[in-house]
């Protein structure tokens, strides 16, 4: 039985950090998207300023594994 727990409880701190791995890529991945497209609008505008607002909030970051999943 103590076998048992101690791996479910393993396999929940796998899945967390495999949760938060994926989390940090997509988080990176949309930063990047950000960018290139603010680089993207300068060089268009040729003024050094993007037509975009300011304000703008990046893309929300999917579910993933272990999403509403309770812990500990």
Do not use: F, R, Y
């Not at 495999?18 to 989390?23: F, H, L």
């Amino acid at each position: 039985m103590k076998t048992s727990i101690g791996l479910v409880v393993e396999v929940k701190k796998v899945a967390h950090e495999a949760t938060e791995g994926i989390q940090d890529l997509a988080a990176e991945v949309t930063a990047e998207m950000i960018g290139s497209d603010i680089a993207a609008d300068s060089v268009e505008s040729g003024n050094g300023k993007s037509g975009k607002p300011s304000n703008a909030t990046p893309a929300p970051v999917p579910a993933t594994v272990g999403a509403g999943a309770k812990s500990g």
